[in-house]
């Protein structure tokens, strides 16, 4: 048997697995699996321009046919590589943390609009809520136009210790002026003071009723803790949440919470029944329901 480039490789497994590549990793082209091939050869020090010439031969303990092994059983790309790109940088992510989606990007874009209207050369305090790979707080980071005291809080350790390695990885191209805290708690339990800005991409898929709504590939690998809330505990659990958002949000504050489409318009009524003055609902580009934004 002769063996075959990596390209002319990658181009029969493409071809021979297509039916299960595109039903488990949806709108998935070849180039972006070149692309994500070299990304992993890179990391696992297999670096060449002329990769996709080089003869390939399958065994176990090479990288390239680990990175093939594991898109078989459907593995996301980024836990195969161990990192995600978000808004403007390259996150570290494993299993203990979910990967960073596109529609958050909104959710960082609408707090620095925030940031740069209501607190240009000024202070600015941020609370961020289940920060996980640490994306929101750290894409935000990058604002310019104020100081930025972030309080980033997760209730999972482990995944705090996947953003305390992303903020090592970035925190040299990050603005000096500005501070991050990690704290390991529930939601805001043991946080002191008021907020600015309180921001959180939190759980907010109902365990049964939205089951079928999310893809295997989402229930198999991403961490549960930060998808999944009991159905019959949901209303209650944002309840609480929006009362401790409430209590902590400045006298000018805003908070900004990204949601299910199905359930935001009956938690802005929640919201509104907690106290919130100001209760929108914001749409994402497909002209979903995507976030709440909350004054007091």
């Known amino acids: 048997m002769s063996i075959l480039s990596l390209d002319n490789y990658l181009r029969e497994f493409f071809q021979q697995e297509k039916k299960f590549l595109l039903n488990t990793y949806p709108g998935l082209t070849l ?13 696992n020090g297999v670096d060449s321009e002329e990769l996709f010439d080089f ?3 399958p065994y176990r303990t090479n990288p390239l046919t680990i990175f093939f092994d594991k898109l078989k059983i ?22 203990d943390v979910l990967i960073p989606r596109s529609e958050t990007e909104i959710l960082v874009e609408l707090a620095s609009l925030e940031i740069k209207k209501n607190f240009k050369n000024r202070v600015c305090r941020i609370a961020d809520i289940g920060t996980g790979t640490g994306a929101i707080a750290l894409s935000l980071m990058y604002e310019e ?7 980033a809080t997760d209730l999972s350790s482990k995944a705090l210790r996947v953003a305390k390695e992303n ?8 603005p000096s002026k500005h501070t991050l805290l990690f704290v390991n708690t529930d939601r805001m339990e043991g946080l002191t003071g008021s907020f600015d800005l309180i921001l959180s991409n939190p759980p907010y898929i109902k365990k ?11 229930k198999s690998f991403e961490p549960h803790l930060a998808l999944f809330l009991l159905d019959s505990e949901y209303d209650s659990w944002f309840k609480d949440f929006f009362k401790t ?32 003055s100001e209760v ?6 497909t002209q979903r329901n995507r976030f709440l934004r909350l004054k007091k």
Not at 145 to 151: D, G, K, M, N, Y
């Open 74 to 95: 459907g593995m996301p790309l980024e836990y195969i590589t161990g990192y995600a790109y978000f808004y403007r940088s390259l996150f570290k992510v494993n299993s």
């Open 167 to 174: 903020f090592f990885n970035l925190k040299f191209s990050i």
């Open 245 to 276: 958002i409430f209590n902590k949000l400045s006298d000018s504050g805003v908070s900004l919470v990204e949601g299910h489409e199905d359930h935001l318009e009956n938690l802005a009524i929640i919201a509104r029944g907690i106290g919130f």
């Open 55 to 57: 003869p390939y031969q």
């Open 145 to 151: 136009a104020a100081t930025l005291e972030i309080v």
């Open 208 to 218: 049964v009723l939205d089951a079928p709504g999310v893809h295997d590939q989402v």
């Open 280 to 285: 929108l609902v914001i749409k994402d580009y």
């Open 31 to 43: 180039h972006r699996l070149k692309q994500d091939i070299k990304l992993h050869a890179f990391l």
